[in-house]
T-cell receptor
Framework: GDSVTQMEGPVTLSEEAFLTINCTYTATGYPSLFWYVQYPGEGLQLLLKATKADDKGSNKGFEATYRKETTSFHLEKGSVQVSDSAVYFCALNGAGSYQLTFGKGTKLSVIP | SQTIHQWPATLVQPVGSPLSLECTVEGTSNPNLYWYRQAAGRGLQLLFYSVGIGQISSEVPQNLSASRPQDRQFILSSKKLLLSDSGFYLC????????????FGEGSWLTVV
C-alpha cells in the first residue's frame, strides 16, 4: 500500500537558518504530493502541493519538488523565522484514491 | 468561497458517555468528507470518509461511527467513550474526486476522563 516516510524530529534551528525536511514515498502510479503545516492547537493547513513529476510547489518561501526518480518531495526554506515553528506533514494521494496518506510529522522549532 | 465548520472545539467527557462531533461545509456541493484523529504525539489516522450522502467507509475497527445525513454534514459519534478515544479530531473535505486538495477544519479536542 501507499506510505510516506518523513525525517523524524524534533528539528531546532536558529532564525534565518536553512531548512530541509526530507520526505520519501511509496505508491503505485503517479500520486499527488502535499505538505501540510499545523500550528499549535490548530488544524492542518495546506502549505504546498505538486501533482506530477518535476512540478515544484511553493508558498510562503517554502518549496518542494516532486522527484519521481527518487520518490521524494523534500521541503525546503532558505531562511526560517520564529513564526515557522510548527509541525509539518508530508502526504500523498494515490492515483484514483480518495484517501490522503500522511507521514508522522516533523516538529520544527525556530529560536531567535 | 468554501468554508468548513467543526464543533465543539473542546470537550471533556466521562468514560462511557456518548459523543457527537459535527462538521459542515459551506460553498460547495457533493464534497468528499473525512474524519481524522490525531492522538498526542502521534500522526494522523483516517477514521472515516464519505463520497456521498449515506455512504460511509470505515478505516479502523473501533467504537466510533460516522453518519452523513445531508450532503455537507458529517457527524462523528460514539455510544460509549473509552479513555483511548481522547485526542484531536479533524474534519476535512475535498471537492470532486481523487487528486484534489483536502482541506481541514480547526479540529476538536476531546478528553475522556
Amino acid at each position: 500500500g501507499d506510505s510516506v516516510t518523513q525525517m523524524e524530529g524534533p528539528v531546532t534551528l536558529s532564525e534565518e537558518a536553512f531548512l530541509t525536511i526530507n520526505c520519501t514515498y511509496t505508491a503505485t502510479g503517479y500520486p499527488s504530493l502535499f505538505w501540510y503545516v499545523q500550528y499549535p492547537g490548530e488544524g492542518l493547513q495546506l502549505l504546498l502541493k505538486a501533482t506530477k513529476a518535476d512540478d515544484k510547489g511553493s508558498n510562503k518561501g517554502f518549496e518542494a519538488t516532486y522527484r519521481k526518480e527518487t520518490t521524494s518531495f523534500h521541503l525546503e526554506k532558505g531562511s526560517v523565522q520564529v513564526s515557522d515553528s510548527a509541525v509539518y506533514f508530508c502526504a500523498l494521494n494515490g492515483a484514483g484514491s480518495y484517501q490522503l496518506t500522511f507521514g508522522k510529522g516533523t516538529k520544527l522549532s525556530v529560536i531567535p | 468561497s468554501q468554508t468548513i465548520h467543526q464543533w465543539p472545539a473542546t470537550l471533556v467527557q466521562p468514560v462511557g458517555s456518548p459523543l457527537s462531533l459535527e462538521c459542515t461545509v459551506e460553498g460547495t456541493s457533493n464534497p468528499n468528507l473525512y474524519w481524522y484523529r490525531q492522538a498526542a504525539g502521534r500522526g494522523l489516522q483516517l477514521l472515516f470518509y464519505s463520497v456521498g450522502i449515506g455512504q460511509i467507509s470505515s478505516e479502523v475497527p473501533q467504537n466510533l461511527s460516522a453518519s452523513r445525513p445531508q450532503d455537507r454534514q458529517f457527524i462523528l459519534s460514539s455510544k460509549k467513550l473509552l479513555l483511548s478515544d481522547s485526542g484531536f479530531y479533524l474534519c476535512a473535505w475535498r471537492p470532486g474526486g481523487p487528486g484534489n486538495t483536502i482541506y481541514f477544519g480547526e479540529g476538536s479536542w476531546l478528553t475522556v476522563v
